[in-house]
């Protein structure tokens, strides 16, 4: 990805955020064979799109930043998407019409994006994948293992002059930080009614995840103000 050598630091004080994670957890179970298969959405709030919002809030608080919470009703995934590109060397504001929008709405210089994915958690990848954030389980001849998926990722897009950039670009290091297995897990004894205790170990991984998340977007803003 290129540098945003064209970011003035003195342009970025106010940065919106906006977080679109989905408000529950979900249960992906891979078996031996694709018949043992599943994908469950689970009747838990964890309350996941307040608490990255608060986190991220209180990181830029400490940077000297003004954080500015976007309504993600009025302003939804569809509305925040594609608004800045990077092609022949040069970035471009790719809908000047959601730009716009948003600095008219919130008076904003940046604005950090939280969205959710689908990707692999062990290998091999095609066949060991999981969407947004909860337990995942694989299950082969007996043998069980169990991990706490965090698929969501922040990028900070530029709407002064146009730039992004992915907020944990240099901050992951070693094995993959969207997921952690969980060694000590206890199996639930009915996936269909598993309980709110039964997944506070993968609540916990997940929000270890956004702390690791929220400082790296402080971290990375670039450039800080002042610098």
């Known amino acids: 990805?290129?540098?945003?050598?064209?970011?003035?630091?003195?342009?970025?004080k106010n940065i919106g955020i906006a977080s679109y994670v989905s408000p529950h957890p979900q249960i992906t179970y891979i078996g031996t064979?694709?018949?043992?298969?599943?994908?469950?959405?689970?009747?838990?709030?964890?309350?996941?799109?307040?608490?990255?919002?608060?986190?991220v809030e209180a990181c830029l608080v400490t940077e000297g930043l003004n954080p500015v919470i976007i309504d993600t009703k009025e302003f939804d995934e569809e509305a925040t998407s594609e608004m800045i590109s990077y092609e022949d060397g040069r970035w471009f504001f790719s809908n000047q019409n959601k730009v716009k929008a948003l600095k008219e709405a919130y008076d904003i210089d940046a604005v950090v994006i939280v969205d959710q994915f689908k990707s692999c958690v062990i290998q091999p990848c095609e066949i060991n994948q999981a969407e947004g954030y909860g337990l995942f389980v694989r299950s082969a001849f007996g043998f069980k293992a169990f991990y706490a998926t965090h698929h969501f990722s922040p990028v900070t897009y530029y709407l002064n002059q146009p730039g992004w950039h992915g907020n944990l670009v240099g901050f992951i290091q070693g094995a993959s930080p969207f997921s952690t297995q969980l060694e000590d897990f206890e199996e639930p004894e009915d996936?269909?009614?598993?309980?709110?205790d039964e997944m506070s170990k993968v609540e916990i991984a997940v929000e270890n995840y956004i702390d690791f998340m929220g400082k790296a977007v402080c971290s990375s803003i670039m450039p800080k103000v002042g610098s």
């Open 1 to 12: 990805m290129p540098s945003l050598i064209s970011v003035n630091s003195q342009e970025i």
């Open 33 to 55: 064979t694709v018949f043992n298969n599943s994908e469950s959405v689970l009747d838990l709030d964890w309350r996941l799109n307040e608490r990255i919002t608060e986190t």
């Open 191 to 196: 996936y269909n009614n598993i309980s709110e």
